[in-house]
């Protein structure tokens, strides 16, 4: 993500709007009680977001991702190109699809240097969404992006944090980085029927491997 382009997210945070984040289905369906799983203090960054304890694998060229995959909660979704709103806040993909993650295509792109960002939906009016599950994942899970490049870009989970909305750390979230960095964010961190999810739900990752796509399929 070039400086520019970090500027803007960081000057807006994720700052999405209220519908985005209303919970339709908890409404509708008068489920407040039931929200998506958040993440334990446990799963937070242990000595801050700025110190790199893992091993990294070298950054790749740049290539757009195509698909999104999370094992652990059963994500795999295609992926779109996500812009900025008219306030310049970052976009988001369209509610009515559960089943589909969007990047940020004015900044860096997945497994290349730097800081990419993937976000998506909780839920719609429907049901639960794409990333529904995101805060039950743990430190040390997956996440792996297939490429255009025909290439899997493996990351590795670094942390799991919920963040208020307004409180919203843009520096951390969005700032560039000198590895292969992603974050993948989602609404959470609490329910209220007059103001919708509370939060972000953010997962920190960086790149730890590489394959070709077709591997996984052997």
């Known amino acids: 993500m070039s400086a520019q382009d970090s500027t803007v997210l960081r000057a807006k945070g994720w700052a999405v709007a209220a519908a985005v984040c209303a919970g339709l289905w908890l409404v509708h369906n008068g489920m407040s009680d039931t929200t998506p799983p958040v993440p334990s203090a446990a799963q937070a960054f242990a000595a801050g977001p700025n110190q790199h304890t893992d091993a990294a694998a070298d950054p790749l060229p740049p290539s757009e991702p195509v698909r999104l995959r999370i094992p652990q909660i059963e994500v795999d979704a295609p992926v779109m190109g996500l812009g900025l709103a008219r306030d310049g806040s970052l976009d988001v993909p369209p509610a009515t699809d559960r089943n589909l993650a969007g990047w940020y295509e004015g900044g860096t792109t997945p497994g290349a240097k730097g800081t990419a960002i993937v976000a998506g939906h909780v839920d719609n009016a429907q049901g639960p969404a794409v990333l529904y599950s995101l805060g039950a994942l743990k430190k040390g899970h ?13 990351f590795t989970i670094d942390a799991i944090e919920v963040h208020k909305a307004d409180a919203f750390p843009d520096k951390q979230v969005y700032a560039p980085a000198d590895r292969a960095e992603l ?8 329910f209220s029927e007059k103001t919708g999810y509370r939060g972000n739900v953010v997962a920190y990752g960086h790149l730890i491997g590489v394959r070709d796509s077709d591997a996984r399929r052997q």
């Open 142 to 154: 997956r996440i792996e992006v297939l490429r255009a490049d025909g290439r899997t870009a493996v």
């Open 183 to 190: 974050r993948v964010i989602t609404c959470g961190g609490g």
